[in-house]
């Protein structure tokens, strides 16, 4: 069974920073991509950023790009995310999950009907 533990999140000033962190475990494909997704009240859930078992490779929604980096530490098997220079409309739910499977591209499996997982989500907000 996948597991994803999420830590971090909490309050922020406009231009701060904050990491959010996602413990896996439970994987027996070696193929899965593993993403943050937010949702703030009143909108759709969207796809943050996403990074893929095979090669690495990332994606970052378009109003993240230059601020947010998602990273892999194998080694204590955590995906995290750093957000910089945060804004009061990044304030949302951050969840973490997972898709178990191949995919045509780390931006196509980086979508939120397609993942399989989820962790329980986290509170992040930016505000003075």
């Known amino acids: 069974q996948v597991q994803l533990v999420q830590s971090g999140g909490g309050l922020v000033q406009p231009g701060g920073s904050l990491r959010l962190s996602c413990a896996y475990s439970?994987?027996?494909?070696?193929?899965?991509?593993i993403g943050w997704f937010r949702q703030a009240p009143g909108k759709e859930r969207e796809g943050v950023s996403c990074?893929?078992?095979?090669?690495?490779?990332?994606y970052y929604a378009d109003s993240v790009k230059g601020r947010f980096t998602i990273s892999r530490d194998n080694a204590k098997n955590t995906v995290s995310l750093q957000m910089m220079l945060l804004r009061p409309e990044d304030s949302a739910v951050y969840y973490c999950?997972?898709?178990?499977?191949?995919?045509?591209?780390?931006?196509?499996?980086?979508?939120?009907?397609?993942?399989?997982?989820w962790g329980k989500g986290t509170l992040v907000t930016v505000s003075s």
């Open positions: 999950a997972a898709l178990e499977g191949v995919g045509t591209s780390v931006q196509a499996m980086c979508a939120p009907y397609a993942m399989n997982y």
């Open positions: 439970g994987f027996i494909l070696d193929t899965y991509a």
């Open positions: 990074i893929r078992s095979r090669d690495y490779s990332t």
